[in-house]
């Protein structure tokens, strides 16, 4: 007989409660659920032709936007909706709904994460604008940032993770930050460049050799997406 771990055991639990108390939780007189707990979200289509890639196949992405992303826009739809059927059972120990508190937690990070993925996907590789000029203030160089961040990435080779290129409000400054997963972003940082490191990203293309498929990302950035969260966030002076 396979034997239950004591987080499967949790995760039923709560699951269980949220399925017996949902249908009455912000229902039974005709109230819309709390924003913070609506599960609504709907994923976004890709921005760009995936058929127009350079070394990345129309096959992977579409498998991974369909597959790892949705999914994840599911998961934390039904997460939310355990959450506001959850917090009215009142002898509901702490250490069940905080089990559903750090699904929160990781499943927005995927479907943040991933949607900024894609959206800076789709381009030609060639740095310009206002994100060029935040790097080589930050960096020196195009070329210097680069190796670095391409560095970064290869240091998750083989386990899972995320390589951001984020400003940090609080510490004034550009970084390649290194994730280990979707949940352990630097505080304070806007995201202005996100590469996804896990296997799903490659494996179907590259297979292990990850390091090909962080030199086809490169190759796609779409570097006007990146001036536009520059540009929004006000980052480089006119």
Known sequence: MKKISRREVIRGLAVGAGVAALGSAGS??????????????QPKPLPFNPAKLNGISE?????HHENNYSGAVKALNLVEQRLVSLGAEKELPAYLYG????????????VVLHEQYFGNLGGNGRADGGAK??????????????????????ALSGGSGWTILAYNQQLDGLHNYWSADHASNAPSSVPL??????????HMDYGAASAKYVDAFMANINW???NRRVESHKLVSQ
């Open 59 to 63: 096959k992977l992405i579409r498998s």
């Open 224 to 226: 006007e997406e990146v």
């Open 99 to 110: 089990d559903l508190k750090r699904e929160e937690l990781i499943r927005t990070g995927s």
């Open 193 to 202: 460049l996100v590469l996804d490191m896990y296997e799903h990203a490659y």
């Open 133 to 154: 000029k935040l790097i080589e203030q930050h960096f020196g160089s195009v070329e210097a940032w680069e190796s670095e961040f391409k560095r970064t990435a290869n």
């Open 28 to 41: 039974s007189q005709g109230q819309a659920l709390p924003t913070a707990f609506a599960g609504k979200h």
